[in-house]
């Protein structure tokens, strides 16, 4: 019998190279002898070693399986991928109207003439150019204020009295609520706005030295301040766009044009909807296009599409929904 004595072994995997072996065993390409690849060393006892046969099956103990091509364990390959951003924004496909490009060069067109009342008696006609800078801020924000469900021609004449009264934080302040409501009158919700105008000028003067704020957060926390105000402000009265200013018209004539992946049921969601798509250069544009077209051409009642160059780029599903009631001939009359 073979005495138990302690051996070091050694297990080599020798490379496969059949395919480009000489006689010699070179590799024809390289000249190389086979590689071999240690895969494991130790010291252990009788376990078959030339000096030292087996005895009684007796195995190394280890926790892998034996390296027999029939019993070895195949462990699966773990792939794993790493999500780059620039991947994940890419698998968002990117929406936006169809047509839009061609629709907004019409309105253009049609809006060439800048004779609509927005182009005369907005915002920026409405304050006094040679005002102190803080005192044109004022004066587009109270603009602004007083423009609410009202028209363009009402509110220029409010800001023509209020101009001459003094439109300045201290001299609304000082003016007595009947006075202020004779000035700004017929403008909508005139009592209402009477009592904005005076908790806006104490807020302006007691947190912001007179001047108004210059950030939509603190725009829009002013008593009867909205988005929409408060992103025309920024644009108009600090020359930032910060969103774009959807009022009724931009909203109306959003929808109906299909600007929107969905239809929108109230301005602010018409805003976010098209600041989604719609680049960035041109949302100070939109307001002023959208508006003036919304007053000339496409009124909310009864639209003149029969002038309008869209007339035949509009979705055709929306036609079905009542948006568009005068795109196709003998429609409008049937709408009717």
Known sequence: MYSQSTCSWNVFLVQDQTSTSQPDGTNALTGALPTKTRLWQGTMGNVGCPEHPPQDDVRPKTHSEPLSSNNRRRRPLKVEYVKDEDTVQMKKAHWEPAEWKKQLDHI??????????????????????????????????????????????????????????????????????????????????????????????????KEFAGDIPNSVEDLVRLPGVGPKMAHLAMDIAWDQVSGIGVDTHVHRISNRLGWLKKMTKNPEETRKALEEWLPRELWSEINWLLVGFGQQVCLPVNPLCSVCLNQHNFPVHLLFVGLVPQVTPGYMETAR
């Open 108 to 205: 253009r067109e049609m809006r060439s003439g800048r004779d609509a009342p927005v182009d005369n008696m907005g915002a920026e006609k409405c304050y006094d150019h040679d005002a102190l800078a803080e005192v044109k801020r004022f004066q587009v924000l109270v603009s602004l204020m007083l423009s609410s469900q009202t028209k363009d021609q009402v509110t220029a004449g409010a800001m023509g009295r209020l101009r001459a009264h003094g439109c300045t934080v201290e001299n609304i302040l000082s003016t007595d609520d009947e006075t202020l409501g004779k000035l700004i009158y017929p403008v909508g919700f005139w009592k209402t706005k009477v009592k904005y105008l005076k908790l806006t000028c104490a807020m302006l003067q």
